[in-house]
T-cell receptor
Framework: RKEVEQDPGPFNVPEGATVAFNCTYSNSASQSFFWYRQDCRKEPKLLMSVYSSGNEDGRFTAQLNRASQYISLLIRDSKLSDSATYLCVVRDGGATNKLIFGTGTLLAVQP | DGGITQSPKYLFRKEGQNVTLSCEQNLNHDAMYWYRQDPGQGLRLIYYSQIVNDFQKGDIAEGYSVSREKKESFPLTVTSAQKNPTAFYLC???????????FGSGTRLTVV
């Protein structure tokens, strides 16, 4: 089983749509969780951290369910500029501070 | 501005050659990392260093070597022993405790 699993997509949605991405992780000792965004042929950039109580940043909402080892990202009112690959990222439970990356979910927002 | 600089942006290597990818950061981060990304795959950890003069192998270290002689610098050498080196290489750094990584803009290596 992969340490971090995501649906690769692609998710093709019209502008203005709401879209949700899900991610599961295998290590119950994981303590920190993130969503990164990666544009084509570019480096990943931190979109938002994911907190236990859930958190929101503008049109983006992240949720964490520790019992199910499940993370989600909701994007409301999709813009063309949201088109990218969204990476689910989990810090491993050991002392090394390593981040484990999912393979990413591709989002294509259509005009 | 603080950040991570990777060079070169594009690199072409002949089979049998060693090449070195540069990674420099001025964020005063202790930890640095090298990842490889292949099309359709996630980032895979090659090597990481949590402190100067110390580094550990990641998941796919075979055919690669690193050094960490300075806090700011973490160069990666792709040796001729790496059988399939064509990939996008990403360097990152972080503080040791919390937070995510800051990535460089990457080096795209192609074997010709």
């Amino acid at each position: 089983r992969k340490e971090v699993e995501q649906d690769p997509g692609p998710f093709n949605v019209p502008e203005g749509a709401t879209v949700a991405f899900n991610c599961t992780y295998s290590n119950s000792a994981s303590q920190s969780f993130f969503w990164y965004r990666q544009d084509c042929r570019k480096e990943p950039k931190l979109l938002m951290s994911v907190y236990s109580s859930g958190n929101e940043d503008g049109r983006f909402t992240a949720q964490l369910n520790r019992a199910s080892q499940y993370i989600s990202l909701l994007i409301r009112d999709s813009k063309l500029s949201d088109s990218a690959t969204y990476l689910c990222v989990v810090r491993d439970g050991g002392a090394t501070n390593k981040l484990i990356f999912g393979t990413g979910t591709l989002l294509a927002v259509q005009p | 501005d603080g950040g991570i600089t990777q060079s070169p942006k594009y690199l072409f290597r002949k089979e049998g050659q060693n090449v070195t990818l540069s990674c420099e950061q001025n964020l005063n981060h202790d930890a640095m990392y090298w990842y490889r990304q292949d099309p359709g795959q996630g980032l895979r950890l090659i090597y990481y260093s949590q402190i100067v003069n110390d580094f550990q192998k990641g998941d796919i270290a075979e055919g690669y070597s690193v050094s960490r002689e300075k806090k700011e610098s973490f160069p990666l050498t792709v040796t001729s022993a790496q059988k399939n080196p064509t990939a996008f290489y990403l360097c990152a750094s972080s503080t040791p405790v919390v937070g995510g990584y800051t990535f460089g803009s990457g080096t795209r290596l192609t074997v010709v």
